[in-house]
Nanobody, 123 residues
Framework: VQLQASGGGLVQAGGSLRLSCAGS????????MGWFRQAPGKEREFVAA????????YYADSVKGRFTISRDNVKNTVYLQMNNVNPEDTAVYYC?????????????????WGQGTLVTVSS
C-alpha cells in the first residue's frame, strides 16, 4: 500500500491548513487511518485517527477542538483540517494506516506510513 501526504506549508498562527493523504494499493476502507506528527527534536506523537466507517474519531488533547479528521472512502483519502494553529503545531505530519484492531494512538499499531508533509506555523 502507498500513502501520499500533501497540503503542508507555511501558515501564520491562528490560520488554517488542510492536509490530505491519498491511499492506493489496497482497499482503503479496510484500514483505520491516523495522523501523527514529529516536531524538531521530539518524538513522533499521535494527532488524530478515524475509524474505517468514519463513525468514530479520536484526537490528542493538544489538538482537540482545533483539528478535524475525516475520510472519503470513495476517493481513498483521509484529511486533517487544522484550524487556529499555533507555533507548537509546527512538525512533519505523517498519515498512517492500520489493518488491525489495535490502539489507534500507538505508532506500532500502524502497518503503513506516508512520507510526511511539513507544516510550519509562524508567530
Amino acid at each position: 500500500v502507498q500513502l501520499q501526504a500533501s497540503g503542508g506549508g507555511l501558515v501564520q498562527a491562528g490560520g488554517s491548513l488542510r492536509l490530505s493523504c491519498a491511499g492506493s494499493g489496497r482497499t482503503f476502507s479496510r484500514d483505520v487511518m491516523g495522523w501523527f506528527r514529529q516536531a524538531p527534536g521530539k518524538e513522533r506523537e499521535f494527532v488524530a485517527a478515524v475509524s474505517r466507517s468514519a463513525i468514530n474519531t479520536y484526537y490528542a488533547d493538544s489538538v482537540k477542538g482545533r483539528f478535524t479528521i475525516s475520510r472519503d472512502n470513495v476517493k481513498n483519502t483521509v484529511y486533517l483540517q487544522m484550524n487556529n494553529v499555533n507555533p507548537e503545531d509546527t512538525a512533519v505530519y505523517y498519515c498512517a494506516a492500520q489493518s488491525g484492531i489495535y490502539s489507534v494512538i500507538k505508532e506500532e499499531s500502524y502497518n503503513y506510513w506516508g512520507q510526511g508533509t511539513l507544516v510550519t506555523v509562524s508567530s
